[in-house]
């Protein structure tokens, strides 16, 4: 499955926003009976009718690509562009009357580009219905202002809101990392506090004792060295945590470890179509899964895919047995705590196995 396909499963609106926008389609219906009411030969109503049947499939096909995107849609303004001829033409058989196709212009303009590049726009389109129904109008066409005006402010409300979201994720990315720099340097406060310290001690009692009982004075400076080497080992794993927070290093640490366990390894070479705000915890998943196939496994391939906000680990080994081990119990609780899920079984063909996470 693509990268674009999975990112349709991986968020309410990727996977029901076509509806959203779709389902709005059946207002078509006011400009359909203004050309069926017309009072002239069939064809100028078939050729009408034709506008406006393109017009709501090109919509509804542009619409699913913005689902589909996270910064505006590829071509954009093309599909706009035609839409807006659609219904120019439309309008040149009912008239005024073709002002009920003018919200579906505004929402797709809205949600079609960049904000606030997509607001312009639709405010465009809302300032040209304005001075249509000024200029051109009848008494009751100014009945077409009430859902341009909803339109234009619904749609901007939202997109205002989901700035304000896109924004907050990356505040909380930022804290994220902060936090995590602030629990390491806490932590080898504390390791480097207490263990040098006691090394400290232990030396200058050693430097004491070595004229007076050698003997005594050895065991002091073997407990130092012991001392010595555990602040290393505590050091060495608190920062592996810090770098473990950056999944480019995942990336390439998975690729080597298991290279060197003689396994296969097919990794992604970077991490770009992975969202700014899943890439601490899709790290920590990526360490653990491939830890696992390098220890457990007994495979001969791994795979590692990566999407907007998934990770997929899989490898042609012997498969999981027995009750699930602490490490992917203590991802599972991690991931969880993200908002995800983590899944795992037979790979595909019910061959090796596999370890999803969705975020």
Known sequence: MTDAAEALTSHPWHRWGW?????????????IL????????????????????????????????????EDGVPNGWRVLAVLTLLAAGTAAFIGIDALGMMPF????????????RGLWAASGFAAVAIVAIVAFGRPDSRFYLLPVLLVLGFTALMRVLDAFSARQAELSEVMAVVGERERVARDVHDVLGHSLTAISVKAELASRLIEVDGARAAEELDQVQTLAREALAEIRSTVSGLRATRIEDELEAARVSLTAAGIE??????????EITHRIV??????????????HSGASRCVVELGPGRLVVTDDGVGASGAEGNGLRGLRERVSASGGTVTHGPG?????????VTL
């Open 19 to 31: 509806l959203v926008g779709g389902v709005w389609l059946v207002f078509l219906l006011f400009p």
């Open 34 to 69: 203004n050309l069926l009411d017309l009072q002239s030969a069939p064809l100028p109503r078939v050729m009408g009718l034709t506008l406006i049947a393109a017009f709501a499939v090109l919509y509804g096909w542009g619409f699913v690509g913005v689902t589909r995107s």
């Open 105 to 116: 212009l505004i929402s797709y303009a809205m949600w079609g580009f960049r904000w606030p």
């Open 265 to 274: 390894a097919d990794v992604p070479a970077d991490a770009e179509s992975v």
């Open 282 to 295: 899709l790290a920590w998943a990526l360490r653990e899964a491939t830890t696992n196939v390098i220890r």
């Open 348 to 356: 595909p063909g019910g061959r090796g196995h596999e370890v999803r």
